[in-house]
């Protein structure tokens, strides 16, 4: 199982009480195994074993694209690179 996957760039997650930064497939599990404590729903159950399942680092880029699509559809993404503009 590939723990230290880099996410690049890392993912910015609102949470509470400060923003969560995700560096590693690893920091995305743990982040996810904490949602699922929150949110139950069928989406996140879903991701939670595409994660645990990741044999390969095509799998590890495809499952960290779903998380990045399902935090954006929740409204949870931070914004990127503040520093464009």
């Not at 969560?20 to 929150?38: G, I, K, M, P, Q």
């Not at 998380?67 to 929740?74: A, F, H, Q, S, V």
Request: hydrophobic share 40%; no cysteine; aromatic share 4%.
């Amino acid at each position: 199982m590939i723990s230290d996957f880099p996410i690049a760039p890392p993912i910015r997650v609102k949470d509470s009480p400060r923003e969560r930064r995700l560096e590693t497939l690893e920091d995305a599990r743990s982040f996810v195994n904490d949602a699922l404590a929150a949110r139950r729903t069928p989406p996140w159950r879903e991701l939670h074993a595409r994660l645990k399942k990741v044999k390969s680092e095509d799998d590890a880029i495809e499952a960290i694209g779903a998380l990045r699509e399902l935090l954006m559809m929740e409204g949870l993404l931070q914004s990127s690179d503040r520093s464009h503009g």
